[in-house]
């Protein structure tokens, strides 16, 4: 077994997984352009083409939890939705959300107008929406951080980066802070394995994290 695994095991040997095997394509790109650590992408509320408005970034840090479902941009951009679809049932997930995205959470009077939206009953859009870990069904703060703290980023110090960053957000497991920045949760797996520890705050990933990682990471939210 190498040092490397060993130091993951035990933790007592600092492990990080580069997680760049350098440029191998004909471009001469840096690694922040390919991984495109070097900029936060922004898309237009009105969702841009058809075929790419259900797949919009749906949590953002602005949240107005009783704007109205849907208007302006929004209002056009759910019907790029529904054009997408042979069927409105179809379209219940980018629905839900571009609600989210919107307002924050989704609350049952949200489900209740989804379901009106597209012509099905509250109790089945109620039944996908608690389905899925995805949708908040309660308020959550500005910034919404999921620690992935499944098996990889576990045996690379998951537990150790999410106790670091609720001590420095000033919050417990699955609470708001008071100043309304932050909620905090445990994700089961942010699909990114290699990269260990894994988190996630609103739409951006954030790869490697090591707890000296965690203050800096925190600052720059804007």
């Known amino acids: ?14 492990f990080k997984n580069p997680g760049w095997a350098g440029n191998t394509g004909e471009f001469d790109l ?11 992408p922004s898309r237009a509320p009105e969702g841009g083409h058809p075929a790419v408005s259900a797949t919009h970034p749906y949590l953002l840090a602005e949240k107005t939890p009783d704007a109205p479902l849907f208007q302006g941009p929004y209002r056009e951009r759910f019907q ?3 054009s997408r679809y042979p069927e409105r049932q179809g379209a219940l997930l980018p629905t839900l ?18 379901a009106h939206l597209l012509d099905l009953s509250p109790a089945y859009v109620r039944g996908v929406a608690s389905f ?41 497991l699955g609470e708001t802070s ?6 905090v949760i445990e994700a089961e797996c942010l699909a990114a394995c290699g990269f ?16 000296a990682d965690v203050p800096t990471i925190l600052e720059n939210l804007s």
């Open 132 to 172: 899925y870990t995805m949708y908040n069904r309660s308020p959550v703060g500005r910034y919404l951080i999921q620690v992935c703290t499944n098996v990889s980023c576990n045996l690379c110090g998951a537990d150790e980066v999410l106790a670091t960053i609720l001590e420095h957000t000033g919050t417990e």
């Open 80 to 82: 790029k939705i529904l």
């Open 1 to 14: 077994m190498s040092a490397a695994h060993r130091g993951a095991r035990d933790r007592s040997i600092p």
């Open 196 to 211: 260990p520890t894994c988190v996630q705050i609103n739409s951006k990933y954030y790869e490697n994290v090591m707890p």
């Open 97 to 114: 959300n571009l609600a989210q995205e919107l307002r924050g959470h989704v609350s049952p009077e949200t489900m209740e107008e989804v």
């Open 178 to 183: 008071g100043d309304g920045r932050f909620t």
């Open 30 to 40: 840096s690694e922040d352009q390919v991984r495109g650590t070097d900029y936060a």
